[in-house]
Every structure is written in structure tokens, then in C-alpha cells.
């Protein structure tokens, strides 16, 4: 299956998902342009698909087991193909102390990639993004808008145009 047809400019694109499938191929690509120290955040409301394509886009790179959202925990860590990714979902958080005492800002390094679901719910304690992945619900699909902020982002955005 090909990836739906991306529209956009120099560092949005536009993409419509019509079901799961589609968003599979959408991360199978993603996971072949993401590299270590990038940061993502996941922006849409809840039953998105956010966690949907984290889980596409781990199983796309090998992972078998099972991917949950760390709703409850904040955090899940994944190894898999040499890449180390952080999973992040704060729409339960609830302070700058819970963050700092967690130690989350040890794990934005250059080694691990993190995904960030509800990254408003932590302004001004997690890194700046080098991509926004926005999530429009309709009633039969998906629109994403993925925007690159960072030079990182950028490149990762050219190759997914290709």
C-alpha cells in the first residue's frame, strides 16, 4: 500500500488517513526518518490516534510486544532496532515538581527519541519539538498536519516527501 497523497509547503505537510492501514504506512515511512535525540509531540484530542501510530510506528520497526499509552505511569520506554524511544503521555499531569522528581528531563538526550503526547500539559518543562504531528478526527478518517521546527525536522519531513 502507498502512502495517501501528502500535500504541503517547505516544512508542513497535510495527510489524510483513511483508516489504520493507512496510517501504518504513514509510520512505516516516519520510521525510516526519525534518528536519535528527536523530539515529537503528538497534539490532538483524546481517540486521535495518537497511541495508534506510535504502536504503528514501533511495530514498524520490529516491535512485537504489546504498546499501551502511558496514561497512568507518564512514561513507557521502548528499545528496538538500535533506537531507543520514550513514550510520553501527560494528559494526566499535574505539576512541575511530578517532572522534576520523575527525572524525565534525564531522558531527552541525544540518544533517545521521545514521543510526547499532550506536550501542553507540561509548557516550558519538555524540549522544544523538532516535529508537531496535529490530529483532526473526522468522522470516517484522519487529517494529520506534520510541521517541522528544526533543521532535524526538516530533513525528516524531505525524506517523508520522498
Sequence with gaps: MSLPEMSGYDNVIKLALADEAATEVFAARLSACIQPGMVIYLIGDLGAGKTTLIRALLNALGYSGRVKSPTYTLLEHYE???????????????????????????????????????????????????????????????????????QIGRTCLKNLQH
Design 80 to 150: 528496538i532496532a538500535g533506537l531507543h524511544f520514550r513514550h510520553f503521555d501527560l494528559y494526566r499531569f499535574n505539576s512541575a515538581d511530578e517532572w522534576e522528581q520523575a527525572g524525565f528531563r534525564d531522558e531527552f538526550d541525544q540518544r533517545n527519541i521521545c514521543l510526547i503526547e499532550w506536550p501542553e500539559k507540561a509548557q516550558g518543562l519538555v524540549p522544544a519539538a523538532d516535529i508537531t504531528i496535529t490530529f483532526e478526527i473526522l468522522s470516517n478518517s484522519r487529517n494529520l498536519g506534520i510541521r517541522a521546527l528544526t
